[in-house]
């Protein structure tokens, strides 16, 4: 899932609200695609979902799609958490167990009830080992959801339980402050007909067709890479809905989507970094909350050299990261040694304030990290580092590519090693990840909650998100701790510690954090951006009259 960061500052809240701006090229003033008495939003992703079943996405652009055509208990909108599907809810007092109760109009597309059971089936379905979900992992703050998730219990026994049609309890592992932010956001949690998924079997939600709605859309068309959404009648909340339609297309290189943005074709665009100081004055930007960075595998059997710290500290002392991000990104992101958002929440302020990182130097430091590698040449008996030689694993569009160009060069001519560059489909990367296959691969990841353990647990060593190898027990025990701690300073202060452990190891090869600058329809209104689980949330958006 990611992207990132300057120019506008945003707070843990960090939503921002689009009305009606300035003029921009490409602005229609219909604000419609088809004809004038339409309100027709329309625009394009250079990122291909991998899929339409809420159990199995993986990604934000997957996310994006379920939050407009599911509705989970809650709906998190920009932040803020309001009824979903439950109207009420109650919390014990040791946070450990929710209590939902579903409203009466909640109704699916075709007019059938939603019930407490959908929810049951659609969340035993996401930790069953057997649904194969890439991302099982965020139910694991269910009651018995990593051992559901492991298959040493049977999904029956998931913390879920539907006490009638129209009471859903739920038991968690652990107090979780952001269970309800997590839960509206997350397509995930979604609610699935099992009807639906056995009439359908393997090809459920394969296409628009082969599935049954209960959010504010329903997808009518899924054909020739592009999605269509229409209203849903019997969503509970009609009312509030404005658009009468909403077209997404993938469209792979942002150039070709920014003249289609000129051309009156779309009604929203990302601006390619290239292309931005074009635009001053009449681009708007955005922080998502996405972290950009290299995983390597570091229990590689074809690049032994990865498993040994050092020789990862001459990887990352070895990239200059401001002339990284001129060159990839013309200076539009922000470079970072981290690994966790700046803008999250944590205790009381955000993650940025309170760090206090030790981080790799961003112009890098060529002297070091020579040091570094003939250390770890020496460790691992390898004569010469020319007898090196890594593989970075990237998605095929330009961008990815200019990351990898980058990093080569800098690695090559400082290190003297060898490396070569392989693209494949962003599905194939995240495939890849998910099955440690690679020795170096594009990553980035972006919260799912508003909250630095959603970053940091991607290395702890016993969670199903560790696609890297990695493992450091005092890392694992800070995280641990972190979960129970009620105390918002002692857990900040275990969070930054565990984060510095990643730093000093070298698990990973940080880059930068993503600004997102992007044009839009003058006459649009009410879509949101926000850095959790998704990016945009055009769910409420609106044409101006």
Request: net charge negative; charged share 20%.
């Amino acid at each position: 899932m990611k992207k990132r960061l300057l120019a506008v500052l945003l707070t843990s809240a960090m939503a921002v609200t689009l009305f009606a701006g300035c003029g921009t090229p490409g602005s229609s003033d219909s604000g419609s695609g088809s004809s004038s008495d339409e309100k027709v939003f329309r625009y394009s992703t250079n990122t291909e979902p991998t899929t339409l079943d809420p159990s199995k996405g993986n990604c934000i652009p997957d996310n994006e799609i379920q939050h407009a055509i599911t509705e989970g208990l809650v709906r998190n909108t920009g932040g803020e958490v309001t009824e979903g599907v439950a109207d009420e809810w109650e919390v014990s007092e040791d946070g450990l167990t929710y209590t939902f109760h579903i409203r009466d109009d909640a109704k699916w597309s075709d007019g059938e009830p939603i019930t407490a059971n959908d929810f049951v089936y659609s969340w035993q379905r996401l930790m069953n080992p057997e649904t194969a979900s890439p991302y099982a992992f965020i139910g694991e703050y269910i009651k018995n959801g990593l051992a559901v998730e492991t298959g040493e219990m049977d999904p029956s026994e998931l913390g879920v339980v539907a006490q009638d049609d129209s009471t859903l309890v739920v038991t968690l592992e652990h107090p979780t402050a952001y269970f309800l932010s997590l839960i509206g956001s997350s397509g995930q949690f979604a609610p699935i007909r099992q009807d639906v998924v056995e009439e359908y079997g393997t090809d459920f939600a394969a296409d628009a067709e082969k599935n049954v709605y209960s959010g504010p859309y329903v997808l009518t068309s899924s054909e020739n890479q592009q999605w269509v959404f229409e209203p849903n009648e019997e969503y509970w909340d009609r009312d509030s809905i404005k658009l009468d339609r909403c077209e997404l297309t993938y469209v792979a290189q942002q150039d070709t989507s920014l003249a289609m943005y000129e051309d009156g074709e779309l009604d929203y665009v990302q601006l390619p970094s290239a292309s931005v100081e074009n635009y001053e004055g009449q681009d708007h930007a955005f922080l998502n909350g996405n972290v950009d960075f290299f995983y390597w595998n570091t229990a590689s059997e074809t690049c032994p050299a990865l498993t040994n710290v050092n020789f990862r500290l001459a990887l990352n002392y070895a990239l200059d990261r401001n002339t990284y991000n001129t060159l990839v990104n013309n200076d539009l992101y922000a470079p970072t040694t981290g690994l966790c958002f700046s803008g999250l929440a944590d205790a009381g302020s955000t993650w940025g304030e309170n760090s206090k990182l030790q981080g790799y130097p961003l112009d890098g430091d060529a002297d070091q990290a020579v040091e570094y590698l003939n250390t770890a040449l020496s460790e691992l008996g390898i004569s010469s580092a020319s007898d090196i030689t890594l593989t970075i694993t990237t998605s095929d569009n330009d961008s990815s590519k200019r990351q990898a160009e980058c990093v080569q060069e800098m690695w090559v001519n400082t290190l003297g090693i060898n490396v070569e560059i392989n693209q494949v489909t962003y599905a194939e990367v995240l495939t890849r990840q998910q099955n440690s296959d690679y020795e170096v691969i594009w990553g980035g990841w972006g919260a799912d909650y508003d909250d630095a353990y959603s970053y940091l647990e991607m290395f702890k060593s016993d969670s199903s998100l560790n696609r890297t190898g990695y493992a450091n027990a005092e890392f694992d025990e800070l995280l641990n701790a972190s979960q129970t701690e009620t105390d918002a300073a002692a857990r900040s202060e275990m969070l930054h510690q565990a984060e510095q452990i990643l730093i000093d190891e070298a698990a990973f090869l940080p880059q930068t954090e993503r600004e997102v600058h992007y044009l839009i329809n003058d006459s649009v209104e009410g879509v949101q951006f926000f850095h959790c689980a998704l990016n945009i949330d055009w769910v409420y958006a609106d044409f101006a009259e």
